[in-house]
């Protein structure tokens, strides 16, 4: 695999997981990669599904998370990958558990701690479980009534290829436009090579409940090859687990 896209999958694996989520909407993650210090209401669950577009692959992704016990959120899924010469196969599993320490508030702060394996199908080494392992903490602040919402992100996550840990970084921004409308900057890397961006917005078809999605990214200071493109589709629901 290039370098180039396997630094696209350290940083994605890393710092996305699975989701992140409002105890009232359950998402800030997607389609945001930095993650924030909010989980999924007691007994509930939603889906995640969206399409990244690079310069040689095209990734399909579906990730269900829920929240069966009030204190952890749980989630799985997986990517089906089209490569340019290569034809299409199942490429990426992933679980995480995500707990929020301190809940954020409105104008306020909260923090919490996401940890989970990665296993990537491609690799010929290292791609059995528990794959990849990584450690991340979510903090976020809320500005002007939740109007802006800034995570920082620290983590690291284990290369089970490379016997190597690598630490990881995010920092992103929920802003406002509208009641059904927000605007997603964010940059994230890790201890190697230079980080990447990614710019995106989000709307709520029903509010609360149905959203769609679309970013762009980009490698800073780079020269196009690595750029993406994603649209998303995100749904969820109300408590109605037992």
Known sequence: MPAAADARTLALAALAGLSSLLPERAFAGRPMITDDARILDPKACQLETWIRSGRDSTEY??????????????????????????????????????????????????????????????????????????????????????????????????????????????????????????????????????????????YWIVKDQLEIDGTFGNRLVGDGAERWFTIGLHAQWPPFLP
């Open 61 to 202: 992704w579906m990730v269900p998370a829920c929240n069966p016990l009030g204190p952890f959120e749980v989630g799985y899924g997986g990517a089906r990958t089209h490569e340019d010469g290569a034809g299409t196969a199942f490429t990426d599993n992933t679980i995480q558990v995500k707990t929020v320490v301190k809940p954020l508030e409105t104008n306020g702060w909260g923090w919490g701690i996401a940890a989970g394996t990665d296993r990537h199908l491609h690799r010929e080494a290292g791609n059995g479980w528990p794959g990849d392992m990584f450690l991340n903490v979510p903090a976020s602040l809320s500005f002007r009534d939740d109007g802006i919402v800034v995570h920082l992100n620290g983590g690291a996550v284990r290369r089970r290829d490379l016997h190597r840990d690598i630490g990881t970084w995010g920092l992103g921004s929920e802003i406002r436009l509208r009641d059904d409308l927000f605007f997603l900057p964010e940059a994230f890397g890790s201890d190697r090579g230079r980080p990447f961006y990614q710019v995106g917005v989000r």
